[in-house]
């Protein structure tokens, strides 16, 4: 009986430390396109080729849950001077799967939409439209600009891995006890040092001025000449 929990106690252990790794995507790129727009704003476009690796697509699937952020940040440039962050818009989404039916939801501030497949999931994830509202007076010089993004794939978050945490050890919040032969303090220390397995793409668009144009902006690429 020993022997067997040892056994079971490895298990877990390695099943905890697998959760907070090996989710990387070396390879992923994401490309930043800006659009003007028919209102007094930006129309920033993101696509994100491979958002899920196929570590994280194998784990979704089998039913843990995966954060999803995207920040994009309105940057204008200053000649001699570091360049200033003026705007900045973020959009977080949860993934999970619907253990009933097998359908991929997706929740963000404004509700939840399904997703019949993984691969209509990950097309949806890699084309992201995000619209920042602009100043009017942005577009009545000839500032220079450009947008930064990033992309977060978080697998598992700190309130999920506090969950848990609470779930293994039967809902004890107790800081001594053991989960499963794991203990918390080792749990700590995954959490911290790992990242939680997070991955992280950024990327930046070509430098570009703004111009009103009837009620709406134009968005014109030019180089700034140093």
Do not use: K, Y
């Not at 203990?183 to 430098?207: C, K, N, Q």
């Amino acid at each position: 009986m020993i022997v067997g929990g040892l056994v079971a106690q490895s298990a877990v252990a390695a099943a905890l430390l697998g959760l907070t790794g090996g989710f990387g995507s070396a390879h992923a790129q994401l490309t930043v396109d800006v659009r003007g727009s028919d209102s007094l704003g930006i129309e920033i476009a993101l696509d994100w080729e491979a958002p899920l690796s196929p570590e994280v697509r194998e784990r979704l699937e089998s039913g843990i849950p995966v954060t999803v952020g995207f920040e994009v940040e309105l940057w204008r440039e200053r000649s001699g001077w570091f360049d200033r962050s003026v705007a900045s818009l973020a959009r977080i989404v949860q993934l999970e799967r619907d253990p009933w039916d097998g359908a991929f939801v997706v929740r963000d501030g404004s509700g939840a939409m399904r997703r019949d497949s993984l691969a209509t999931l990950c097309r949806d994830l890699g084309r992201q439209r995000l619209s920042v509202p602009i100043e009017s007076a942005w577009a009545e010089n000839q500032a220079h600009w450009h947008v930064h993004a990033s992309a977060i794939v978080r697998p598992l978050t700190a309130e999920d891995l506090r969950e848990l945490e609470r779930w293994l050890g039967g809902g004890s919040s107790s800081a001594s006890r053991e989960v499963l032969g794991v203990p918390r303090t080792l749990l700590s220390l995954v959490r911290d040092v790992s990242g939680l397995g997070a991955t992280v793409v950024e990327s930046r668009s070509l430098s570009f001025r703004v111009s009103r144009l009837g009620e709406g902006v134009v968005v014109e690429f030019a180089p700034r000449a140093d």
